[in-house]
C-alpha cells in the first residue's frame, strides 16, 4: 500500500477520499479561528505523502543557462530573510458538491471548507530566483513561468508539477514564499514537509507542497494539473467536446463566500439568529461587503466583517463575518442567502446553472442554507 506511510490525521476531518488523503474541516469549525489550526486546515493530497529526510534534503533551482543550485534547509534559512504572510488557500473545487446537485460533475464532492488561512513563514521565492540569477530581462524577454515539482510522485514516477507566470513571481509586490513554518509551527507532513510554495491570491493547485524543483521556462509546467486539469469550460462543453489545450490555466481565483454557521437544515430559535461565514477574493482583491438575506434574497442585510484588516492590493487572506438579526416570527422555513463583493466590485453569480462546467470548479454562486424556524 503506497498510503502506508501517510501520518496521523484529526478524528473531526469529513474525509471526501482516504487514499489519496483529500478532507475537509466541519463547516462551523472553519470559521471558529481566523487561521485555521493546521490539524484542521483542509488537506488536498494527489498521491502519496513523501517521506522526505530533511537532512539529505535539497531543493534544486535551475538558473539561467541551465546551471542547478542545490539548497539545503540551513542554506536556505541562512542565505535569505526570514518573511511571514497570512494566506488564504482554496482549492479550485470548494464547493463542487453544489455543481453536482445541478447536473454531475467529475472530481472530489468538497463542501464548503476546501479553503483554510495560515500565517506561513519562509523565504521569498524571488529572492532565491534573484540569487540564481535571474531579474528583469526575463520579464521583458516575453512571457515567462516558474514551474515548480513536487517530491510526490505517480505509479508512473511523474512528479506533481504546477507553474505560474513570472511576473506573479517576481512583480514588486510578489509576496510569493517557500513556506517551511505554518502557523509558527514547522510545516506539517500534510502541507508540504519540509517545503512548499505558497502563492498568495492564487488557487490552490499551483501552492505546490513538498518542493523539489524550482525552474524557469517560457512553457507553462508540463504537469497533467497545469495542462489537463483546473481550467474552466461552458457549461456547454463535454467530456467530447472539451479542448484543454486552449482554455488558460486557472491562477487567480474569483470572489467567494459562505455560510458556515447555522449548518443546513438545524432549527434555529425564536428571536434573533446569528450567522457566520468567510469571504475572500483572489489576486489580493479585498472583500469590501458581505450581503445576507434570511428570505431566499428579497431583502438583505449588511454582515460585520471580523479578523484581520487586508492591505489593499494585497489581500492574502479572508474576512470573517457575521450577522445577527431578528428572526421573522411567522417564520416556519428561512432561506439564508450570503454574496460578497470584492475590491473590483466583482460580485457572485446568484445561481450556479450558468457557470456549471464538467469539472466543477470555481464554484461560487451566491450560498444558500435553508433552516427551519422553531415555533
Ligand atoms: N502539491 C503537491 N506536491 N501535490 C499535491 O497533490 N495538491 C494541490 C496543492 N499542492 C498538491 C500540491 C492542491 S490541488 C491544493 S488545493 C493544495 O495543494 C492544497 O494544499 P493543502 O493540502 O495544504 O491544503
Ligand atoms: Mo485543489
Known sequence: DPYSGDPPRHPALQVNSLKPFNAEPPAELLTENYLTPNQLFFKRNHLPVPAVDAASYRLQVEGPGGRVLALSLPELKRRFPKHEVTVTLQCAGNRRSE???VRQVKGLEWGVAAISTARWGGVRLRDVLAHAGYGEEEEEAGEQHVCFEGLDKDLSGAAYGASIPYRTAMGPGADV??????NGEELPRDHGYPLRVVVPGV???RNVKWLGRVSVS???SPSHWQRNDYKGFSPAVDWDTVDFTTAPAIQELPIQSAITDPAPGATVPPGELTVKGYAWSGGGRGVVRVDVSLDGGRTWHVAELTGEEQRPG??????LWRLTAPVPPDATELDIVCKAVDASYNVQPDTVEPIWNLRGVLSNAWHRVRVTGAE
Do not use: D, K, N, Q
Open 314 to 319: 494585497r489581500a492574502w487572506a479572508w474576512r
Open 203 to 205: 488557487v490552490g493547485a
Open 177 to 182: 514564499l517557500l513556506a517551511y513554518e505554518m
Open 99 to 101: 455543481m453536482s446537485r
Open 218 to 220: 517560457p512553457e507553462e
